[in-house]
């Protein structure tokens, strides 16, 4: 019997020495980590470079990044109204018609012209339009008693119309209407991208720091295995020895299977996280096949104390959250929709200026006495196309023209409805501001909340495993001089596997606070220095 008790205390010595070394392995070791297999291959990666992948791979934020650049190409294309156009038009036309008179010169009257226009059109911020166009034509009739035929003309003629109570308002913003509608969208547009990437910035530090907990604590497991096992070895030989009853067996092998079971759902878990932070980061567009690739995080959690104030946390969010920052533009888009809406109330009241020059020139016939009525041309004096444009453009006959116009609706319903639409529509963007920093609010206060009592829990698991440790040399101690056993002293190390756990799990989750504290203050880009530029 004292030889079985020599042999049983020297393995349960060897046993102890090897579990201790065990447990004191620190967290970002791969002691314990299943061998990489044929074929696999690791790829290590920083929380930083998973952050710029994401950016870089991401499909969400691909897509959304096109939506600024539509709205900038909206901007583009409202601003297209202040471009100006040119226009021109020809005509030429051949008319016979049955001569109505004995004054007609055939039986047949035959008409030639053609005739070309050159207009400029340019719209202004006021609301009105201005036009500049030139006018020129060639007529050519066998009708009698004409006295220049063929006949040209040009006429310089410059229009300007001007709303002054529909359609205007002071700083030209009506006349501006679709650059303006299109330039807040564009600014919604953009803060809707930054709230999706503040979104995916945090999601890849939840997915990292859950891949550094799932590895970890498959490490764990896999110790807490091996000491399982070897309790079971260790009664297998107490029980040869006969100082250790059969039925003991039974509680080793239970516990071995119950280990075993935690390192499986231990292992699940990691897949569960690599799958989740590669379709984060879109793993696959870099690699094709991703199956094979072992992501092993290189960063460790830290626990450095951020000190902020809920005023303070508050005040940054109402200042800097993108989602924030998008209704309050849509606020202002729909004040300037009221304000357009009222404005279309009013009458239609409309000043037009008119300028024009005209000129005439051609070929003059000269009748018999000098009297048409006699129907006998005796001569002609050519003349020159040049000399009516030269005329036109010279301002040789100066014409003006100007009035005021009013249009009164019969009925303005439309108008009124979307006046009625509009106001609803302002009423419902402010009452979304509203509820929108009410739940800012709250998130603020739950988020600055859990950074303080994560960090908390995160000291007091610290003090607990290092009171754990404490107690085990303690026991080991006992265990040396007779006065303890080899299941208290395993016990005693899975409670400071259990403490490593809970430090772990306490330590992620202040840092994942953190991630979600810059979240709801809208400053994780700022605070990783992450800044996408546009293609401008």
């Not at 002691?31 to 929380?47: D, W, Y």
Request: aromatic fraction near 10%; proline fraction near 3%.
């Amino acid at each position: 019997m004292r030889k079985n008790f020599l042999y049983t205390s020297i393995f349960s010595l060897f046993f102890l020495f090897i579990g201790q070394n065990l447990f004191s392995l620190p967290y970002n070791q791969e002691k314990g980590q299943k061998p990489i297999l044929e074929g696999e291959k690791v790829l290590e990666l920083s929380l930083e470079d998973c952050i710029l992948k994401a950016i870089k791979n991401n499909l969400t934020l691909k897509a959304e990044m096109l939506t600024p650049e539509i709205a900038d190409w909206n901007v583009k294309i409202a601003s297209e109204k202040f471009f100006p156009s040119l226009s021109f038009n020809y005509n030429d036309q051949n008319t016979r018609t049955a001569s109505y008179s004995f004054l007609e010169a055939a039986d047949v009257v035959v008409t030639k012209q053609n005739d070309y226009t050159i207009q400029l059109i340019q719209n202004i911020p006021s609301g009105g339009s201005f036009s500049l166009s030139l006018y020129n034509y060639v007529n050519d009739s066998n009708r009698s008693f004409q006295t220049i035929n063929p006949r040209f003309g040009s006429t310089l003629r410059m229009n300007f119309s001007q709303p002054l109570l529909k359609d205007f308002g002071f700083g030209f913003k009506f006349g501006r209407k679709d650059i303006i509608i299109a330039s807040y969208n564009h600014e919604i547009s953009e803060e809707n991208f930054n709230k999706i990437l503040e979104d995916i910035i945090y999601n890849v530090e939840v997915a990292y720091w859950n891949l550094v907990y799932s590895r970890e604590n498959l490490n764990v497991r896999q110790q807490s295995l091996k000491l399982a096992q070897e309790l079971l070895e260790k009664n297998k030989a107490e029980i040869e020895a006969g100082t250790l009853p059969p039925i003991e067996l039974l509680t080793a092998e239970s516990e071995v299977s119950i280990r075993e079971a935690d390192i499986l759902e231990a292992e699940a878990l990691i897949k569960n996280c690599e799958d989740q932070l590669k379709t984060i980061i879109n793993l696959l567009a870099e690699i094709g096949n991703v199956k094979n690739i072992k992501i092993v995080p290189v960063d460790s959690p830290t626990l450095e104390k951020r000190e902020i104030s809920y005023d303070e946390a508050l005040n940054i969010a109402l200042q800097k959250r993108p989602d924030l920052k998008a209704i309050r533009v849509d606020l202002k888009n729909k004040e300037f929709n009221l304000s357009y809406s009222r404005n279309q109330l009013l009458p239609d009241l409309r000043f037009t200026l008119s300028y024009w020059s005209p000129g005439i020139s051609g070929d003059q016939l000269l009748y018999l006495n000098n009297n048409p009525l006699t129907g006998t041309i005796i001569g002609k004096i050519p003349g020159k196309k040049s000399d009516a444009l030269k005329d036109a453009l010279n301002s040789k006959f100066k014409n003006w023209a100007m009035g005021f116009t009013l249009t009164l609706p019969v009925s303005n319903v439309i108008s009124r409805a979307n006046y009625a639409q509009a106001w609803l529509a302002l009423e419902q963007s402010r009452l979304k501001l509203k509820s929108q920093e009410q739940q800012i609010d709250l998130e603020i206060s739950n988020a600055v909340r859990a950074v303080e009592t994560n960090y908390q829990r995160a000291k007091a698991y610290k003090s607990a495993r290092e009171l754990a440790e404490k107690k085990l040399e303690a026991e080991l101690e006992k265990f040396k001089v007779g006065m303890s056993t080899n299941y208290l002293v395993l016990q005693y190390q899975r409670d400071l596997a259990n403490a490593q756990t809970m430090e772990l799990k306490a330590l992620i989750d202040y840092n994942i606070s953190l991630a979600n504290l810059d979240r709801v203050m809208g400053v994780g880009r700022e605070r990783r220095g992450i800044s996408v530029l546009s293609n401008d």
